[in-house]
């Protein structure tokens, strides 16, 4: 494989490693850890499915706390681990090749004060079209983990009035907020994301604490990109850039 190395959006002080024949990091993985909402006495983090670790290195620069990326994928984990090293953040972040359903048994109830994932978004079924390369199919489709078992863990790992964030498809919205109720997760804010005005939303972020109070916040759409193509303000501020 060609390894390459990037730059993420929003922060250009952070490298990452990774190539084309791995799931590349993408807008959704830096919007997700700019989203979620950081509490100061937060100690422990969890990334469901890091990838090459983009979520966790921005979570990095928000926050002082412990943060562990789970990877069940051998070639995004040694990536992930590259990206680390790379940025020098190896003493606060902890990479885990394994597949989280495996990983949660090994842990006590409420353990983590934050839950990020940037889950796999389409249906797996037989005949659902998938891609040539097997890690960018476990990446894209529930193969081996689904929403239902993320909203599982998160109710097992999270502390009393933790947050699970999650950036999805809007198409999974009430999916998403069913299973987080069904879990004693409260859905508390959302945000959707549009391309550009007169198109669909293709990106929604939701937030949920464990065991919290009833009141959804939704905030106001944010379009991503103007008539230039280029990025927007909203945009840029939810990224924190400039």
């Given amino acids: 494989m ?23 990091f993408s807008l959704d993985s830096v919007l997700l850890p700019n989203f979620v909402t950081i509490n100061l006495r937060a100690k422990q ?33 040694e990536y992930a681990k590259k990206s680390i090293l790379l940025n020098h953040k190896e003493q606060q972040i902890n990479i885990v090749n394994d597949d989280i359903k495996h990983y949660a048994k090994q ?23 998938v891609n040539q390369f097997e890690q960018k199919t476990i990446a894209r489709h529930e193969k081996t983990l689904n929403l239902e078992d993320i909203m599982k863990i998160s109710r097992k790992l999270l502390k009393n009035n933790g947050i699970l964030a999650l950036v999805h498809r809007p198409e999974r919205f009430i999916d998403i907020v069913t299973l987080m109720r069904k879990n004693n997760i409260e859905p508390k804010k959302v945000l959707f994301i549009f391309p550009k005005k007169g198109r669909d939303a293709n990106i929604l972020l939701i937030e949920g604490t464990k065991n919290g109070k009833p009141g959804l916040k939704i905030l106001d759409p944010i379009y991503s990109h103007n008539e230039k193509n280029e990025y927007t303000d909203e945009l840029k501020k939810l990224l924190r850039m400039g």
């Fill in 2 to 24: 060609n390894e390459e190395i990037h730059y993420l959006v929003g922060r250009e002080q952070l490298k990452i490693v990774q190539s084309k024949e791995s799931f590349s």
């Fill in 45 to 77: 983090i969890l990334d469901i499915g890091c990838g090459n670790a983009p979520i966790p290195l921005i979570l990095s620069e928000r926050s002082s706390a412990k943060i562990t990326g789970v990877e069940i994928q051998k070639k995004s984990y």
């Fill in 107 to 129: 842990f006590d109830h409420e353990f983590y004060d934050i839950i990020t994932c940037n889950p796999p978004y389409f249906n797996h079924k037989s005949t659902s079209i």
